[in-house]
Nanobody
């Protein structure tokens, strides 16, 4: 059974930066396309960034393009999300999971709060 563990969230001011990590235990991450998702208060979980198994194909949701950078280290079974120029609308709980198909059980997520 795969267990996902997100970390790195914090309370930051507008314009600040954060780096999130997601460790997948119980599966070799290197054969999966992965993604980061965000669930803002009162809203559905949405896809914000994705990365192919080899890290070649990367995609971002329009509102984070140019500010977020997704990367991965398959040897460490970890996916990263670096965020800069943060805005209050980036606030939410961030999760990682498979990009498509039958997803693994969701981790606890990591809270990102951007104050204005």
């Amino acid at each position: 059974q795969v267990q996902l563990g997100e970390s790195g969230g914090a309370l930051v001011q507008r314009g600040g930066s954060l780096s999130l990590s997601c460790l997948a235990a119980g599966s070799f991450l290197g054969i999966h396309n992965m993604a980061w998702f965000r669930q803002a208060p009162g809203k559905q979980r949405e896809l914000v960034a994705s990365i192919s198994d080899g890290g070649v194909t990367i995609s971002y949701e329009a509102s984070v393009e140019g500010r977020y950078t997704i990367s991965r280290d398959n040897r460490e079974n970890t996916v990263y999300l670096r965020m800069k120029s943060l805005k209050p609308e980036d606030t939410g709980v961030y999760y990682c999971n498979l990009l498509e198909g039958r997803r693994w059980g969701w981790g606890q997520g990591t809270q990102v709060t951007v104050s204005s």
